[in-house]
């Protein structure tokens, strides 16, 4: 007689804390190929492997991921018609019993604690001062940085997390910011005089700072609009400024009117009234990356200052 795969004893997905801080999930794998997660998003998987297991036929969710840690950004959840139940991302498929996936909830529920401090504690928004209204610190040493800069190093310490090593300076004008992750799982953030270091543990940390960093200057920009009769004409005038001073900047360039266009389209996304935290923080991120990636070097200092000028609110 046949016997349900819940019914028999099978075996369980192993949940590991890899050497590079983040969390993987798998089953008969080796290496990397499995599904991968940060460390502060496992309550969040688990929540969801929750729903799928109480969920009886034709169920679907799917995850985004905070970091494209292990090569993927998401992570599917499914349950078909007939009651197979899959768990899909980077790459990785896996089909489970309705115990199994129960039994995974409870074990990323209960991960050992990993040394690791508050993402507040690496980095902290200060007051603007000269376009600088975030500081990153680590290990007793700091360096300050203007909110586009906090952007393109997120994205390059984003970048870094699914290589052996890697390299990458960030010039803005005579500003040189220096992103490294060596072959020994350590990273450092170095300008001219300074180096802050971050170990595999940290890692994820200083991530979610310098996003939730991002996302406490501009929100604090968009309250200062107001909510009244007259925000939406505060928002235009914002917008009109991105669009004026990045014309002055551009001049007769012959790229000029199409960077203009979608730095205002940004600039709409960014501190429009329909927008809510986490995307008007993506949508900064995305502009300071185009103008970093896909304007003349010789434009992307004062296009750069600009962004961090206008949405810290700075004169």
Not at 80 to 105: N, P
Not at 211 to 232: E, P, Q, R
Not at 244 to 250: A, F, G, H, R, T
């Amino acid at each position: 007689m046949f016997q349900s795969l819940d019914a028999m004893v099978v075996g369980e997905m192993y949940v590991k804390i890899r050497t590079d801080g983040a969390v993987g999930i798998g089953r008969g794998t080796d290496g990397a190929a499995e599904i991968t997660l940060g460390y502060g998003e496992a309550h969040m998987i688990a929540a969801a492997l929750e729903k799928l297991a109480q969920t009886a036929r034709s169920y679907k969710q799917t995850y985004h991921k905070t970091t494209d840690v292990g090569g993927g950004n998401k992570i599917d959840f499914e349950r078909a018609e007939d009651g197979t139940i899959s768990i899909s991302g980077d790459r990785q498929t896996y089909i489970c019993t309705e115990a199994e996936v129960r039994e995974l909830a409870e074990k990323l529920k209960h991960l050992p604690p990993v040394e690791v401090a508050p993402a507040s504690d690496y980095v902290k928004k200060m007051a603007p001062k000269q376009g600088y209204c975030l500081a990153v610190m680590n290990g007793g040493q700091t360096i300050d940085l203007k909110l586009s800069e906090a952007a393109l190093v997120k994205t390059a310490v984003q970048g870094s997390l699914d290589s052996r090593f890697y390299d990458e300076m960030i010039v803005i004008g005579s500003r040189k910011l220096t992103v490294n992750r060596s072959s020994d799982l350590k990273w450092k953030l170095t300008d001219e005089s300074t180096t802050v270091k971050f170990t595999a543990y940290e890692v994820e940390a200083l991530i979610a700072g310098l996003h939730n960093g991002i996302l406490d200057v501009i929100m604090d920009m968009v309250k200062s609009l107001g909510s009244d009769d007259l925000a939406d004409i505060r928002v235009k005038s914002q917008i009109q400024r991105i669009e004026q001073d990045s014309d002055k900047i551009l001049g007769e360039y012959k790229n000029a009117k199409t960077i203009v266009r979608n730095l205002s389209k940004s600039a709409k996304k960014i501190i429009g009234t329909h927008e809510d935290a986490d995307s008007r923080t993506n949508q900064f991120i995305e502009i300071c990356r185009y103008v970093q990636s896909k304007v003349d070097p010789s434009f992307q200092e004062s296009l750069l200052n600009l962004l961090s000028v206008t949405f810290t609110g700075s004169k």
